[in-house]
């Protein structure tokens, strides 16, 4: 109807339909434009309160999915540094041979 649909909520906020809890998502300029064409008697406060909840619901979906996404890029980073740590101290081994190789040869 608006632009958004419902989604299901585990925790039972929401409207009770179809023995589930759902909620109503949309983005920030479909939510924008049906707070814009309610009138502002008791139903349109309520209506008020209802959208700008869905909208601060949104918004804290955003941070979560924001935060998720950038512990996901933190542990790709973390554990190149530690492949790159390995890489290091395998390449430390190497020399460490090759230079046992060559002290020989070079005392002769």
Not at 19 to 44: C, H, M, N, P, R
């Amino acid at each position: 109807m608006f632009g958004g649909n419902l989604i299901p909520r585990k925790n039972g906020y929401g409207i009770k339909m179809l023995d589930e809890y759902l909620q109503f998502s949309a983005s920030k300029s479909v939510l924008g434009l049906i707070k814009i064409s309610y009138d502002t008697g008791k139903l349109g406060d309520l209506l008020e309160a209802l959208v700008d909840l869905c909208c601060l619901q949104n918004l804290v979906k955003e941070k979560d999915e924001e935060k998720e996404r950038f512990n996901g890029i933190t542990a790709g980073l973390l554990a190149e540094k530690e492949k790159d740590k390995v890489d290091k101290d395998a390449m430390l081994d190497r020399m460490s041979q090759i230079e046992a190789m060559l002290t020989p040869t070079v005392r002769r």
